[in-house]
């Protein structure tokens, strides 16, 4: 039996061969099994093209993302459109309740913020064995009370050049990782679609005085 190309393949997938060899081909794939398998690939490759061509992301998400890289180039200089999010619980910062107990990790950190309309719960470690730190967050809607902030988009940066752009799930969760350098910024889109920013510097306390 006599297979095509893969090059002609192609062009059967993009749609571009002659009438007559389109019809050849077609009969072809009826009984051979290895080019059916090509032609496949090649046409979820150009449907795949087409999908990315036609997709628009939604404007907050655009606009986190350059509000993101703008922090990456810029340092600590912020636009006045972005809103700092209030510290109401930082481990770091205050004691352990009496009764809680307490791991006595360094390399671990939990936060909780409010910025309308969320409420943030921020957890932040160290990833055994890798050069890597695991940001895990979750929000909730104040708004409506154990409502989840699903499908909000969220920016994270180390403010270093690595940026990850990733959306909460449908109850309000999101977790990433990251290269670390001490510093981290994330950026959600708050009321009236403001970027809400949570800036921390030495995220887990790790910075000797060498590095100041």
Known sequence: MKH?????????????????KKHAMTEHLEGCKRCKQTASL??????????????????????????????????????????????????????????????????????LYRAEPYQIDLHIEAKPGENRIVIIGQLLDTRRPDTPGGHVPVVISNLRGDVVHTVTNEFGEFREELQPSGDLELMVTGENGKAVVISLRDALGRRTERDH
Request: glycine share 8%; hydrophobic share 40%; charged share 25%.
């Open 42 to 111: 090649w046409q979820g490759v150009r449907s795949t093209a087409e999908s990315v061509r036609k997709y628009k992301a939604p404007e907050a998400t655009v606009r986190i993302a350059k509000a993101a890289f703008a922090g990456a180039n810029l340092g600590r200089r912020r636009s006045r459109s972005a809103t700092p999010a209030e510290l109401l619980f930082d481990s770091f910062l205050r004691p352990i309740l009496e009764g809680a107990r307490a791991s006595g990790d360094s390399g671990t950190r939990q936060m």
């Open 4 to 20: 095509f190309t893969t090059e002609e393949w192609i062009d059967f997938a993009n749609q571009v061969v002659s009438g007559s």
